[in-house]
């Protein structure tokens, strides 16, 4: 009776003909809901509120169908379905039923909380698409889309289980889409929303996940490996069941009371270990995997050692996550053995818990545990989802949040020690840059070195498991640029991107006033002379918030500092026409953040140089000669002179040609005489000899033009060089020289 009151008395039935057409199958679909799953842990009132999304969702989406042609309701019903089999409770059930109304029948988030409750509204929220959003891309709205989804979990982790959930269900029925839209939600899956089911220990899931976007994105890969799978299972199926055979009956000897089975392979998984490993796909197949479950974990234990007693164990197979779980609070012991003809066999051992945990991770018995404040599960998935805040507010938009977290959902892992015995699981190949920042982002910004049991070690090594990490800091920090190419975590890498672009804003803010106050000088007027209100209508006119925010830009080169100086003094009431002459910027010879130097034509202190405002690369010095500066080294909004500074440190490179006499021995005397001066040799490379003749290319790093000259006329005085000379640009260097890569120089 609640259904029919509920249905004419709450909802707005335009088309009541299509629902009294329907409403048999509806009944149909919501009883078979509920004999199935949800009847066996939810109340009455519980399952009353899940009946009520449901024919609430059929109204919202009466008339809408899917590209299969089926009603539009099938699929939340679906969604429903999967999650009922997880046990989920009412709220995330009636979300499931509900968390396309906002997104495709725009009923508003606040009729969902009235009609339900807050916790339900929230869960929809969070799982919609986000709509009436101008966004550039396609891509930009995934990634947009993906960040609301992170804020919303932030708040409540079933967002999360239902997104997924509602993923799975499109996948399975994703044949009916477009070739294009297939290849492009397969490849978000296996990218995204695979590594997640993975980090929350939703295994079930996430392999059903894989499997479906492989079948999409490589078919006749996974068409070959799920033959082979089929063909190699049936070729040793005797040997399989004698094994299993004989480890039952050894268990029971020793009275283990203990269930076994054999694990389908999971067929994305085998293609990523061909990949990996280099492996043959006879060579993965020939690898047989069995599970036991047991009654606890001491006979979990007493297991192994039955196996491990009754067959040979392979070498470094055994694992121990029993008692140091993973991050996702998986549990089992790991180990592999040599059986009956000299198959090899994967073993996993594990409670009938452990292994509803290893299934259905986060999800598995949420109704029961939800409750529970110390529940490991949910509190290892509170911290990630933390982890996934820290790193959205550290990322300049949504897309470079996708991309920081992408390259750390998952990843085999290491267990590494604190010096006072904590345990910090990190990924495979991760460095003590990564275990500084799990311990904590300052301790990571100030690391300036580290110890690996006791010993000082390089920032850059690989960890491995088992190690104690110590990590040295220094008073300020450390941060290096460097330090991406070799970490592995994104928490890590968020952290260094942040710190390195605020680092980068504050070098380019200072450098930019120094340009501004540069240009301002042949006008005896300074920054701070400017009136606020004539800065504020300048400011205003060129689209800054801030002063800041103008000498940042400056800085960094995206606006000239000539240009900016004239429209100053436009706003001081100066005449439009009146020349501005510009005293040169003396620069430093250290290259930073914002000051690089260009690979074409390679200047060195001594020269003429000419600054280049470069988008992105901020201020790139070029040899006034440089041919690549030449058309527009005239243009103020794009080139500004600069001078060195008369005091100057460092190295500089710069490109010499030598021709010489071919003969034995050539590069070892060349060597010897540039070694004379002090100088590093960064590289040489040579033509093939044409006849007696050789020519050398040698990349240098010299101080000035002095010093390169003293090594110029030292090399002139052997008697077997021909010429040596200084190259200026590419066109002198790829003339010459082809196996230097022809490309065009990026500078501009």
Request: hydrophobic letters at 40%.
């Amino acid at each position: 009776m609640f259904v029919w009151v509920f249905l004419f008395s709450c909802l707005d039935f335009r088309d009541t003909s299509h629902l009294y057409s329907a409403i048999g199958a509806i009944e149909n679909n919501v009883l078979t809901l509920n004999e199935k799953n949800l009847g066996k842990y939810l109340d009455q009132d519980q399952l009353e509120q899940v009946k009520k999304a449901y024919f609430f969702a059929a109204n919202a989406h009466s008339g809408q169908y899917r590209v299969s042609g089926d009603p539009y309701v099938s699929h939340p019903l679906a969604v429903a379905e999967i999650l009922g089999k997880l046990k989920m409770d009412q709220d995330c059930l009636s979300a499931a039923m509900l968390h396309d109304v906002i997104e495709d029948s725009g009923i508003p988030k606040t009729f969902l909380k009235k009609e339900f409750n807050k916790e339900v509204a929230n869960l929809v929220d969070g799982v919609s698409k986000l709509d009436k959003v101008e966004l550039s891309s396609k891509k930009d709205l995934q990634a947009e889309s993906f960040q609301k989804m992170v804020l919303a979990m932030s708040e409540d982790i079933r967002v999360i289980v239902v997104k997924l959930a509602d993923r799975l269900h499109n996948m399975r029925t994703i044949k009916f889409l477009s070739k294009e839209k297939k290849l492009r939600i397969a490849n978000e899956t296996v990218e995204i929303y695979a590594p997640i089911a993975h980090r929350l220990g939703m295994h079930q899931i996430y392999r059903e996940l894989e499997d479906l976007a492989f079948e999409i994105l490589y078919p006749l890969r996974f068409k070959v490996i799920e033959e082979a799978v089929k063909k190699n299972t049936r070729g040793r199926k005797k040997i399989l069941t004698k094994v299993e055979t004989s480890i039952s009956q050894k268990l029971e000897e020793q009275d283990l009371n203990c269930a076994i089975a054999s694990r389908r392979k999971h067929f994305y998984g085998i293609y990523k270990k061909m990949k990996k490993q280099s492996k043959t796909l006879k060579e993965v197949l020939d690898v047989y995997a069995l599970k036991i479950t047991a009654s606890n974990a001491m006979d979990c234990y007493k297991a192994l050692g039955v196996i491990h007693n009754a067959f040979n164990p392979i070498e470094g197979r055994f694992k121990d996550y029993i008692a140091i779980p993973k991050s996702n609070s998986y549990q089992s012991l790991h180990t592999g053995i040599m059986t009956f003809e000299g198959l090899p066999v994967e073993i996993q051992i594990r409670t009938s818990e452990m292994d509803e945990l290893a299934e259905y991770g986060i999800a598995a018995h949420w109704v029961y545990k939800s409750g529970v404040k110390d529940n490991p599960v949910q509190a290892r998935a509170r911290r990630w989802v933390n982890g996934l805040m820290e790193i959205n507010a550290r990322s300049e938009d949504a897309s470079d949040f996708v991309e920081v977290i992408k390259t750390g959902l998952v990843s085999n892992e290491v267990y590494v020690f604190t010096p006072q015995g904590d345990i910090i699981d990190l990924p495979k190949d991760s460095t003590p840059i990564d275990f500084a920042f799990a311990l904590h982002s300052d301790i990571g910004l100030h690391c300036s070195g580290c110890r690996i049991n006791k010993n000082l070690a390089p920032l850059s090594v690989p960890l491995e498991s088992g190690q104690t990490v110590e990590i040295i800091t220094g008073k300020v920090p450390q941060t290096n640029p460097s330090w991406l190419d070799f970490i592995r975590t994104s928490r890590a890498r968020s952290a260094i991107r942040h710190n390195l672009k605020n680092l980068k804003e504050s070098e380019s803010r200072k450098f930019g006033k120094r340009l501004l106050e540069q240009s301002l000088f042949p006008r005896q007027t300074k920054l701070r002379d400017v009136p606020k209100n004539k800065m504020k209508k300048l400011l205003t006119s060129l689209n800054y918030k801030s002063v800041r925010e103008l000498l940042e830009s400056i800085g960094s080169g995206k606006r000239s500092s000539l240009v900016v100086a004239h429209q100053i003094m436009q706003f001081l009431d100066e005449k439009e026409n009146d020349e501005i002459q510009f005293s040169n910027l003396q620069i430093t010879g250290a290259e930073g953040l914002v000051v690089t130097y260009s690979s074409c034509c390679r200047p060195i202190p001594g020269d003429h140089v000419i600054a280049h405002f470069s988008t992105g690369r901020g201020i790139v010095i070029h040899q006034e000669r440089c041919k690549n500066i030449l058309p527009i080294r005239h243009d103020p909004a794009l080139c500004s002179p600069v001078q060195w500074e008369d005091t100057l440190s460092g190295d500089f490179s710069v490109e010499i040609k030598i021709s010489a006499e071919d003969k034995a021995g050539i590069l070892a005397e060349v060597s010897a005489v540039i070694a004379e001066y002090s100088t590093n040799i960064e590289s040489i490379k040579s033509d093939p000899p044409a006849g007696n003749k050789v020519d050398l290319y040698i990349l240098l790093a010299v101080t000035d033009r002095s010093h390169l000259a003293k090594i110029l006329r030292r090399l002139r005085r052997k008697d077997f060089v021909i010429t040596a000379t200084r190259i200026h640009s590419w066109e002198q260097r790829n003339a010459t020289l082809p196996i230097i890569e022809d490309k065009l120089n990026e500078d501009n």
